[in-house]
C-alpha cells in the first residue's frame, strides 16, 4: 500500500505543483492518533512553498478519490495519517491465506549467489559458547538470506593446522598413553581439547623452572622444551612427515566426527567445508599480480606490503621476507577460490568483533586488486558473548563447552516444565524431545533477539522463562494456537469477504503484512534480531486479542472461521519466523 500511496503522491505532486519529487517518507503512526500509514508532509516543504496542513489535506483528498482501500484520513501538524478500510485488510489476509510461504521471496536463476561462512573453528579444542552464538548468527543469516531472494551456499572454513594443533598431538604423543574415543568413552573434540590444556599445564611447569634457573619471563617462554618440541613438529607436518601427518589425521578425525554430534545437536550444517591445510598455500600468486598491477610493492627484504594509509588504515604486510604467506594472504586466496568455485556474487564472514580491522583491510585488498564481487563482501561482526561467572579461557580449560550448556538448557526447561505441571498424557520421548525443543529454543532466542554487535550476559535461567521476550514464552503461544486449531472443526479453504473487523483483529492482520518487509531487512542488515523482536510484536498482538475476543465461542459461524483462521496464520508465520532462526515450535506445550 506505501508502495501504492508513493507513486499517486508523486504523480499528484506533478500533476498539480509540476514538482518531480524522487521518494516519499513514511512513518508508524503514533498510538495517539487514528491511522494505519502515515506519511511526513515536511520533505515537500522544500519544493513546494505552502502551509504543510493544507498540504497535507490536499494530498490525503486525492488518495481517498484516487486509491481504493483509502477510507479517510487526519492531519497533524506536517503528518497525514492515512485510514485504511476494513474491506482492505480482509482482502489482504485472504491473500496471506492464498500465498504458499507467505513472506518469502523465491530465488530465480538470476538471483545472486551468497556465501555465508561461520563457525570456523580450530581442531585443538570443542565447540564453546562463542560458538554458539557464531554458529546460530550465521545460520541464521543464511537463512534470512534464502528467504529473501537469494540463493544461498553454507560454509565454514575449519583451522586444521598450526601451532596449536600440534600442541594437542604432542601432548597425547607424550601423555595419551594411547587412548582413544572409543577406549574413553568422550567425545573426539573433548579427548583432543583435554589435551590442549594438559599442554599448557606442562608448558607453564617448564617455563617456572626455567624462570627459577635464571632465564626472564619472554626466554622461559621461547626457550620452554615442549613448545620447541611442537615447533619441531609443526615443520615436520609442513614437509610431509609421514608419522606426523598420520597422527595428524587421526586427531582431527576424532574431532571432525564430535563437532558434527554439536551440529546436530544445534541444527546447523553447511553445503561445503574448506580446510586451512588445503587453503593456507592459496594467495602467494595472487601476491605477484598485485605487484604487476602495481598495488603492492615489496621492501628491500624481500618482504611485499599495501600502504592502506591514504584510506585510514596502515601499512600491511601480505608476504614474509622469506616467501610464507600470512594470514591476509590466505584470505585473500580463500575468497577468489570460493568464487572460482560457486562463482558467487558476495560472502558474507560471521567472525567476532575483535577482528574488525583484518576484514576492513581483507575487502579494501580485493577491490584495489578489482575483483567486482569484493564490493559485495560483509563481516557479521559480533560482540562477546559473557555469562554471570566471566571470561572464558580454552588454554585454561574454563570454557563453556557447547554440548555441556544445550545439555544444561534442556535440563532447566525441564525442571520448569515439571514445576508448571503441565505433562499429563506425554510419554518419555514425548516429553524429552519436548525439553529440548524449549531449552535450545530459549538458548537461541536469547542470544539471536539482540543486536549482533552488542555483547550479550547470557542468564540460562532468565532464558527459560514462559513469560517477556523469551522463546518459551513464543512457543506456548503456538502451542496454544494449535490447540485451538485441534478444537475447532472448520473449512480452511473458505474464504469470509465481508467481516466487520474489531480493532485486535486489524490489528493483528496489520502485524502479519509486514512479515515480509521485516525479512527483506532482516536480510538487508544481517540481522536476525529484527526477526525474533517482529514475532515477539506478532505474538503480543494476538494474545491481546486472544483475550479480548471469542474464538471457537463466537456468536455467528463466519466469525468463528475468520478468528480461526487468523490464529492459524499467525502460527504458521511464528512457525516461519523461528524456522529462519533454527528454532523448533512444539505442537503441544
Known amino acids: 500500500m506505501q ?16 514538482v518531480q519529487i524522487e521518494n516519499v517518507e513514511f512513518q508508524a503512526t503514533r498510538k495517539e492518533f487514528e491511522g494505519d500509514v502515515t506519511m511526513v508532509v515536511f520533505p515537500l516543504l522544500k519544493h513546494i512553498k505552502t502551509n504543510p496542513v493544507v498540504l497535507g489535506n490536499e494530498i490525503g483528498q486525492n488518495l481517498v478519490e484516487n486509491i481504493v482501500g483509502i477510507e479517510r484520513f487526519n492531519v497533524v501538524s506536517g503528518f497525514l495519517n492515512i485510514v485504511l478500510s476494513q474491506d482492505y485488510f480482509v482482502k489482504k489476509f485472504n491473500e496471506i491465506q492464498d500465498t504458499t510461504n507467505f513472506g518469502f521471496e523465491h530465488p530465480t536463476e538470476v538471483s545472486p549467489t551468497l556465501m555465508v561462512e561461520y563457525s570456523s573453528p580450530n581442531t585443538n579444542k570443542p565447540l564453546h559458547l562463542g560458538h554458539i552464538r557464531n554458529n546460530l548468527l550465521g545460520y541464521a543469516v543464511a537463512e534470512i538470506l534464502g528467504a529473501s531472494g537469494n540463493h544461498v551456499v553454507k560454509t565454514q572454513i575449519i583451522n586444521d593446522r598450526g601451532i596449536h594443533i600440534c600442541k594437542s598431538m604432542l601432548a597425547w604423543q607424550k601423555f595419551g598413553k594411547g587412548e582413544t574415543t572409543e577406549t574413553t568413552g568422550l567425545k573426539g573434540d573433548k579427548l583432543v581439547g583435554n589435551y590442549y590444556v594438559k599442554f599448557d599445564q606442562e608448558y607453564k611447569k617448564e617455563i617456572e ?10 626466554e622461559a617462554k621461547k626457550e620452554a622444551p615442549s613448545l620447541l618440541e611442537a615447533q619441531n613438529m609443526l615443520k615436520k607436518w609442513e614437509s610431509g612427515d609421514e608419522e606426523v601427518v598420520a597422527l595428524w589425521k587421526k586427531m582431527n578425525a576424532w574431532v571432525y566426527e564430535g563437532f558434527e554430534k554439536t551440529y546436530k545437536e544445534l541444527g546447523v550444517d553447511f553445503d561445503k567445508n574448506y580446510y586451512e591445510s588445503d587453503t593456507y598455500l592459496l594467495g602467494k600468486d595472487i601476491v605477484q599480480e598485485g605487484l604487476d598491477k602495481g598495488v603492492f610493492y615489496k621492501k628491500e627484504d624481500g618482504s611485499v606490503w599495501i600502504d592502506l594509509t591514504d584510506e585510514g588504515l596502515d601499512e600491511k604486510l601480505v608476504l614474509r621476507a622469506d616467501g610464507t604467506a600470512v594470514y ?14 560457486y562463482n558467487i556474487d558476495g560472502m558474507v564472514y560471521t567472525v567476532g568483533n575483535e577482528q574488525d580491522y583484518h576484514f576492513k583491510v581483507l575487502f579494501l585488498i580485493l577491490k584495489k586488486l578489482g575483483y567486482s564481487w569484493a564490493n559485495n563482501l560483509y563481516h557479521l561482526s559480533y560482540g562477546m558473548v559473557d555469562l554471570p561467572s566471566g571470561k572464558m579461557k580454552s588454554r585454561e580449560g574454563t570454557v563453556v563447552d557447547a554440548d555441556d550448556l544445550m545439555q544444561e538448557m534442556t535440563q532447566t526447561a525441564k525442571n520448569i516444565s515439571e514445576e508448571l505441571g503441565k505433562l499429563d498424557g506425554y510419554t518419555e520421548a514425548e516429553k524429552d524431545e519436548l525439553y529440548k525443543t524449549i531449552g ?20 540460562p535461567e532468565e532464558s527459560v522463562d514462559f513469560q517477556g521476550n523469551t522463546g518459551p514464552f513464543i512457543q506456548y503461544t503456538y502451542a496454544r494456537i494449535q490447540s485451538i486449531l485441534r478444537k475447532a472443526n472448520i473449512n480452511f479453504d473458505q474464504r469470509i469477504e465481508n467481516f466487520a473487523l474489531s480493532e485486535k483483529e486489524t490489528a493483528v492482520i496489520k502485524q502479519l503484512l509486514q512479515y515480509p518487509e ?72
Not at 508502495?3 to 505543483?17: G, L, S, T
Not at 479480548?548 to 468463528?560: K, Q
Open 328 to 341: 591476509m594472504t590466505q584470505d585473500i586466496g580463500t575468497a577468489i577460490q570460493r568464487v572460482k568455485d
Open 440 to 459: 535450545l529454543g530459549a538458548l537461541k532466542y536469547y542470544i539471536l533477539k539482540v543486536d549482533p554487535r552488542k555483547r550479550i550476559l547470557f542468564n
Open 3 to 18: 508502495a501504492v500511496i508513493e507513486n499517486q503522491v508523486k504523480q499528484f505532486v506533478k500533476e498539480k505543483f509540476d
Open 209 to 218: 623452572t626455567l624462570v627459577a634457573q635464571g632465564k626472564t619471563q619472554e
Open 518 to 589: 521485516v525479512i527483506q531487512q532482516a536480510a538487508a542488515q544481517h540481522s536476525p534480531a529484527l526477526i525474533a523482536n517482529y514475532i515477539y510484536d506478532l505474538v503480543k498482538e494476538f494474545n491481546s486479542f486472544y483475550q479480548n475476543i471469542p474464538i471457537l465461542a463466537a456468536d455467528t459461524e463466519n466469525e468463528i472461521i475468520f478468528r480461526v483462521q487468523l490464529s492459524n496464520e499467525v502460527a504458521k508465520v511464528i512457525k516461519s519466523g523461528f524456522g529462519l532462526l533454527g528454532i523448533g515450535v512444539p505442537e503441544r506445550m
